[in-house]
């Protein structure tokens, strides 16, 4: 029997549905793919992976490297030797064979230095954001999430079996109107510590009171405020006083400041008991791998060591924006170590980025639907290792290959 060839068009069977020999050829079934790239293309929305060596001339201000100690010797020697002790993997998830005395340790540490109960590791600071969001509600919870959250939180939100109601940006009269409305029995309140498009910070200590007087609990992701805020770089939490408060969790990631990968949950020990026995991304998924664990436990010891690294990361973001300000750019006013720098459109943006990169300065490049303001940007992050010459040379660059339109 001849086959139709994906170009011929499919033939309905009565009443509308596909029938039998009307189903498509394999290599039309995900034509559709096509279609939607060349939209996102149309857009100036297409996104490609590029590979960089080991030792990269280009200066980096676009990871997340905050403190410059991804390859401190302190850190790769942390995470050589617990490889070599622990092995290449965790074997397992964290409840049956995935749990060493290195993840033990780990969790300890963090939560003396962050000022809480009790940690909690992930493989990913995604995971732990998805822990605790589905873990910490039931249908009988509203959920009331800033409009800026990171993508992590709103798929928790997603996941999450709550009512969500998505409030203002860092508008905590918003946050309290919402909860002086609800019929759930319980609520939660979710924000970033620092959002990580302009580098501004949530109001922390407002949208505390606004949780408290309305008996909610409070969720902030501090990815972007460990290492960075608090004294000492013990996070966002600690800078709002708020570290160890029982009505308080916080998620952290472990691939920004502590130059490694993972995350974890910090806060009430009932808190972290209950999400070991029922958040899913905890119990089903492969522990996070042991060089991982000893890599960001050689880093949180090295801050706790030089405590000082927070201090000039702040700095080094605040010389940035302002040198870039005095340019004629629209830099954002850093509250952390995140710059942005406003660009005309999408395509400008790409276009500045990667003209940045020829000239030896990698940059981020935020673009819808990545921004939920829709304005596309170049994302700059300070690190605390840069010296005054790299500021000065990216400054440079970054202001040289500016587009029309992008200066005041």
Same mark, same amino acid.
């Given at each position: 029997?001849?086959?139709?060839?994906?170009?011929?068009?499919?033939?309905?069977?009565?009443?509308?549905?596909?029938?039998?020999?009307?189903?498509?050829?394999?290599?039309?079934?995900?034509?559709?793919?096509?279609?939607?790239?060349?939209?996102?293309?149309?857009?100036?929305?297409?996104?490609?992976?590029?590979?960089?060596?080991?030792?990269?001339?280009?200066?980096?201000?676009?990871?997340?490297?905050?403190?410059?100690?991804?390859?401190?010797?302190?850190?790769?020697?942390?995470?050589?030797?617990?490889?070599?002790?622990?092995?290449?993997?965790?074997?397992?998830?964290?409840?049956?064979?995935?749990?060493?005395?290195?993840?033990?340790?780990?969790?300890?540490?963090?939560?003396?230095?962050?000022?809480?109960?009790?940690?909690?590791?992930?493989? @990913?600071?995604?995971? +732990?954001?998805? !822990? &605790? =969001?589905?873990?910490? /509600?039931?249908?009988?919870? $509203?959920? *009331?999430? %800033?409009?800026?959250?990171?993508?992590?939180?709103?798929?928790?939100?997603?996941?999450?079996?709550?009512?969500?109601?998505?409030?203002?940006? @860092?508008?905590?009269? +918003?946050?309290? !109107? &919402? =909860?002086?409305?609800? /019929?759930?029995?319980?609520? $939660?309140? *979710?924000? %970033?510590?620092?959002?990580?498009?302009?580098?501004?910070?949530?109001?922390?200590?407002?949208?505390?009171?606004?949780?408290?007087?309305?008996?909610?609990?409070?969720?902030?992701?501090? !990815?972007?405020?460990?290492?960075?805020?608090?004294?000492?770089?013990?996070?966002?939490?600690?800078?709002?006083?708020?570290?160890?408060?029982?009505?308080?969790?916080?998620?952290?990631?472990?691939?920004?400041?502590?130059?490694?990968?993972?995350?974890?949950?910090?806060?009430?020990?009932?808190?972290?008991?209950?999400?070991?026995?029922?958040?899913?991304?905890?119990?089903?998924?492969?522990?996070?791998?042991?060089?991982?664990?000893?890599?960001?436990?050689?880093?949180?010891?090295?801050?706790?060591?030089?405590?000082?690294?927070?201090?000039?990361?702040?700095?080094?973001?605040?010389?940035?924006?302002?040198?870039?300000?005095?340019?004629?750019?629209?830099?954002?006013?850093?509250?952390?170590?995140?710059?942005?720098?406003?660009?005309?459109?999408?395509?400008?943006?790409?276009?500045?980025?990667?003209?940045?990169?020829?000239?030896?300065?990698?940059?981020?490049?935020?673009?819808?639907?990545?921004?939920?303001?829709?304005?596309?940007?170049?994302?700059?992050?300070?690190?605390?290792?840069?010296?005054?010459?790299?500021?000065?040379?990216?400054?440079?660059?970054?202001?040289?290959?500016?587009?029309?339109?992008?200066?005041?």
């Amino acid at each position: 029997m001849a086959h139709r060839t994906a170009s011929e068009p499919s033939v309905l069977a009565p009443g509308g549905a596909p029938g039998p020999a009307d189903t498509p050829a394999p290599a039309a079934v995900f034509d559709w793919l096509d279609e939607t790239a060349e939209l996102r293309a149309r857009a100036g929305l297409t996104r490609t992976l590029r590979s960089r060596p080991a030792e990269d001339p280009v200066l980096d201000l676009a990871g997340n490297d905050y403190l410059g100690l991804t390859r401190h010797p302190a850190v790769t020697r942390a995470a050589a030797d617990a490889a070599l002790r622990w092995g290449g993997g965790a074997t397992g998830s964290r409840l049956v064979t995935g749990t060493t005395a290195l993840h033990t340790e780990l969790e300890d540490e963090l939560a003396e230095f962050c000022g809480v109960e009790a940690a909690l590791v992930f493989s @990913s600071g995604y995971t +732990a954001n998805l !822990a &605790a =969001l589905t873990a910490l /509600t039931d249908p009988d919870t $509203l959920i *009331v999430s %800033d409009a800026y959250n990171h993508a992590s939180l709103i798929d928790g939100c997603r996941l999450a079996r709550g009512d969500v109601h998505r409030a203002p940006h @860092s508008d905590p009269d +918003a946050v309290r !109107a &919402a =909860l002086a409305g609800r /019929t759930q029995r319980r609520a $939660l309140v *979710v924000t %970033d510590s620092v959002f990580s498009v302009d580098g501004n910070a949530a109001r922390l200590p407002e949208l505390s009171a606004a949780a408290r007087s309305a008996g909610a609990a409070l969720l902030v992701d501090d !990815a972007h405020g460990l290492g960075v805020l608090g004294p000492g770089g013990s996070g966002a939490l600690a800078a709002a006083g708020l570290a160890g408060e029982p009505d308080t969790v916080a998620t952290v990631t472990l691939s920004k400041s502590l130059g490694s990968q993972g995350g974890a949950v910090l806060g009430p020990r009932r808190v972290i008991r209950h999400l070991t026995e029922t958040a899913r991304t905890f119990i089903f998924d492969t522990g996070l791998a042991p060089a991982a664990a000893g890599a960001a436990l050689g880093a949180l010891r090295l801050l706790r060591a030089e405590p000082q690294r927070a201090d000039r990361a702040r700095e080094v973001a605040r010389t940035l924006a302002d040198r870039l300000t005095a340019a004629g750019l629209h830099a954002s006013t850093p509250d952390a170590a995140v710059v942005s720098v406003r660009a005309p459109g999408p395509e400008a943006a790409v276009a500045w980025a990667a003209d940045c990169r020829r000239a030896g300065l990698a940059v981020g490049c935020f673009r819808p639907p990545s921004v939920p303001d829709g304005v596309s940007r170049l994302r700059l992050t300070a690190r605390g290792d840069l010296t005054d010459a790299q500021i000065t040379d990216a400054v440079r660059i970054i202001a040289s290959l500016a587009p029309a339109g992008a200066t005041r």
